[in-house]
């Protein structure tokens, strides 16, 4: 046992032979084996050469240009067998190495490498331990999918709660949700790693027939634990803010896809090109060259744009024509219209006709009439339409009669601002009554055969300051704009003259296209 205690302890040896030049005797040396330390290595690059044994001073030259040639067939052997040959190249590359610095006498010596050691204590359980303290949430969110059920949205959400999905199920509000086809926003829902949810958040879409640019309003139904851990619902509005934004755009081709690039929301592009309607049709008139800049708004939330707002101005240049047009609500008039920057309407206040592209079967003037026989001043024009064809008012005004009159059957009599007066006659059903005003669009009643008549038709009349004139020739008598109400004037230029000088700051863009913030 001693023995063997005695063989471990005395340091094993490895002897080197380095081959010297043809007719020089080798010489082996004995080294201990492993890694050699810094001691061993400073000692071997001190150690002296016999130079007898080597030839004295004229062989250094020859002895270092054959340690050179046999360091490249080691290098050339490691490449072609590295495991095989590392171990026992190593050593002698090393001798190799220390025999060289020996034969280049004042070489400085390096001082000895240094190694800094850092010990690490990491408390790998208390780590663990508070991980599993901390309340893990894991968010998630998707879009309402067509004919998503409860169970498949809430499971692409993460929630697996039986509880939870049965309570969704039965509320109204989320079902309504998904019967809609979702909001304007994915649903937002933050779970537990068990799947329990801890809360959920949608976007609920506006009732039918609201308009957003009118009611702003954020619907969100929201779902959260309560205090006694069973799931409140609740369903809350905020008011949405307005941010200004600037627009300057260059068309080179389509006007829809001049504004996309731009980043023009396509709602905005439809309210311009409605503004401009009465007196350009600006998807089919616009070049290449023309330019577009506009001043409209983004709804926001929190500072988050959600959704586009209203187009507060425009202006467009078109082969040498400069169109502007500005938005403004009248005292009471939650609509508004779009006018000049000197306040003339650019909305019709008039239609050409109640129904557009209906055939005259008689005009106005002197006819034989029909029935009677005999020749009679035909008072209006007639359209040719079926029997229920809906019937529109060609201007705002207050319904002077509604009812049956001989000789017309079912008619509707309108006053009009500025001593005008329009008349619909052989009515099959009237959706009027004396008294009330209606807007320029609105539907009256519809197409009949009523009173004395041969044929499914519409009787037109248009009266001006108590005369009858032709409906044909109506366009020269009634005012092409929509005026702006009385005493309105000063309020207008008072609202709009933020407008003007955005729109002239966004107009003076010298980029082709260019967007920029008016917070």
């Known amino acids: 046992m001693a023995k063997a205690l ?66 490249a067939e080691v290098v050339q052997a490691l490449r072609a067998h590295p495991r095989r040959l590392a171990a026992s190249v190593g050593g002698a590359l090393l001798l190799s190495s220390a025999g060289a610095y020996a034969l280049v006498e004042a070489q400085p010596q390096l001082p000895p490498r240094a190694t800094l050691a850092t010990v690490l204590d990491n408390d790998v359980q208390g780590q663990t331990e508070a991980l599993a303290a901390v309340d893990l949430r894991y968010a998630s969110s998707t879009s309402v999918r067509h004919r998503d059920t409860v169970q498949q949205l809430l499971k692409r959400l993460g929630v697996t709660d039986p509880a939870a999905i049965a309570q969704l199920g039965k509320n109204a509000s989320f079902r309504a949700l998904l019967a809609a086809g979702g909001g304007p926003e994915p649903v937002r829902a933050q779970v537990n790693a068990q799947g329990e949810l801890l809360q959920l958040a949608a976007v609920l879409p506006m009732p039918a027939g609201t308009d957003p640019l009118a009611a702003p309003v954020w619907r969100e139904l929201t779902v959260q634990p309560g205090a006694d851990g069973a799931l409140q619902v609740s ?61 409209y708004e983004m709804q926001t939330l929190d500072g988050r744009e959600l959704r586009p707002g209203r187009l507060l101005a425009a202006e467009v240049r078109s082969r040498g024509v400069v169109r502007q047009a500005v938005w403004f609500a009248a005292h009471g008039d939650a609509a508004g219209g779009y006018y000049t920057p000197d306040g003339q309407g650019l ?60 000789g017309y059957g079912n008619v509707i009599k309108i006053a009009h601002p500025g001593g005008f007066e329009t008349v619909y006659a052989h009515l099959s059903s009237i959706a009027v009554k004396q008294g009330q005003t209606v807007s320029e669009g609105q539907n009256i009643g519809k197409t009949g055969n009523t009173g004395t008549s041969t044929g499914p038709h519409l009787h037109f009349e248009f009266h001006a300051a108590g005369r009858l004139i032709d409906p044909l020739r109506m366009a020269s008598y009634v005012p092409q704009g929509k005026p702006l109400p009385p005493g309105e004037k000063a309020s207008f230029f008072a609202a709009t003259a933020v407008m003007r000088t955005q729109l002239a700051q966004a107009a003076g863009s010298d980029d082709a296209v260019r967007l920029a913030r008016v917070d």
Do not use: Y
């Open 235 to 295: 369903t809350t509005e905020r008011k949405l803010e307005p941010r200004t934004r600037l627009a300057n755009v260059s068309v080179r081709g389509a006007l829809t896809t001049a504004l996309g690039q731009s980043g023009v929301p396509s709602p905005v592009g439809a309210q311009l090109v409605k503004a401009f309607a009465p007196q350009i049709d600006l998807r089919r008139s616009l070049r290449k060259g023309d330019q577009v800049a506009l001043v």
């Open 6 to 71: 005695r063989a471990q302890e005395r340091p094993q040896t490895c002897r080197v032979r380095v081959r010297p030049p043809e007719g020089d005797e080798a010489r082996g040396s004995k080294l201990p084996c492993g890694s050699l330390d810094g001691a061993e290595s400073e000692r071997l690059a001190s150690c002296e050469v016999d130079k007898k044994t080597w030839g004295g001073p004229a062989f250094s030259h020859e002895a270092a240009l054959w340690v050179s040639q046999r360091s």
């Open 347 to 406: 909305e019709k206040a008039w239609a050409a006709t109640p129904l557009p592209g209906a055939k005259v079967t008689s005009p106005f003037g002197m006819r034989l009439h029909p029935v009677k026989g005999r020749r009679e001043m035909h008072e209006g024009v007639d359209l040719k339409a079926p029997i229920g064809t809906p019937v529109p008012s060609v201007a705002e005004g207050r319904v002077k009669f509604a009812g049956m009159q001989s």
